[in-house]
T-cell receptor, first 118, second 114 residues
Framework: DSGVTQTPKHLITATGQRVTLRCSPR?????VYWYQQSLDQGLQFLIQ???????AKGNILERFSAQQFPDLHSELNLSSLELGDSALYFCASSVGSGGTGGWSYGYTFGSGTRLTVV | AQSVTQLGSHVSVSEGALVLLRCNYS??????LFWYVQYPNQGLQLLLK??????LVKGINGFEAEFKKSETSFHLTKPSAHMSDAAEYFC????????????FGKGITLSVRP
């Protein structure tokens, strides 16, 4: 157990639907990162939150959004789902962010949510 | 922009043989480099990291990597492969600054033959 908890582990939904993926970071970690892993695109950075604030944005579609709550858990919302959104979605956490130096410890990854859009 | 290149998508070795997984980086500022391993149906686990201290970095499970600035490389090695090493391996780069995100390579699948 890495200490980063992601729920649900598996999700099957239809095109056009909306889903919410949840992540609880490791105790003491303030940063949460979301990544999408697919066979053709590999691991793609989506978005980072640090202590409740959005810190960096990557290749995140406008149909996707995220937030980090005061208790530091994060949710990734995916809407108007398409077949191509089927992928593994990983959450990772780290102690700090950027200039605070906490990133240098590396990230701790959750076991992911496998999303299948049918 | 920073990036990493992992040559090849699949490496196969015999049990007991040397493991060498290649990673080259591109960064306009001093990089910080990481190797992660992903076992089937699991998340990514940090193997080792280079953060400007010693250039030869030792990680878990007998793996090590050497940072070579002149070659812009950070290859992962293990002297003797074990069946349990079969997994996918990712090289990643980051740098200090406001944006600390990791940029991953495409990954290399390591197979170990008995």
């Amino acid at each position: 157990d890495s200490g980063v908890t992601q729920t649900p582990k598996h999700l099957i939904t239809a095109t056009g639907q909306r889903v919410t993926l949840r992540c609880s970071p490791r105790s003491g970690d303030l940063s949460v990162y979301w990544y999408q892993q697919s066979l053709d695109q590999g691991l793609q950075f989506l978005i980072q939150y640090y202590n409740g604030e959005e810190r960096a944005k990557g290749n995140i579609l406008e149909r996707f959004s995220a937030q980090q709550f005061p208790d530091l858990h994060s949710e990734l919302n995916l809407s108007s789902l398409e077949l191509g959104d089927s992928a593994l979605y990983f959450c990772a956490s780290s102690v700090g962010s950027g200039g605070t130096g906490g990133w240098s410890y590396g990230y701790t990854f959750g076991s992911g949510t496998r999303l299948t859009v049918v | 922009a920073q990036s990493v290149t992992q040559l090849g998508s699949h490496v196969s070795v015999s049990e007991g043989a040397l493991v060498l997984l290649r990673c080259n980086y591109s960064s306009s500022v001093p990089p910080y480099l990481f190797w992660y391993v992903q076992y089937p149906n699991q998340g990514l686990q940090l193997l080792l990291k280079y953060t400007s201290a010693a250039t030869l970095v030792k990680g878990i499970n007998g793996f090590e990597a050497e940072f070579k600035k002149s070659e812009t490389s950070f290859h992962l090695t293990k002297p003797s492969a074990h069946m349990s090493d079969a997994a996918e391996y990712f090289c990643a780069v980051s740098f200090t600054g406001a944006n600390s995100k990791l940029t991953f390579g495409k990954g290399i699948t390591l197979s170990v033959r008995p």
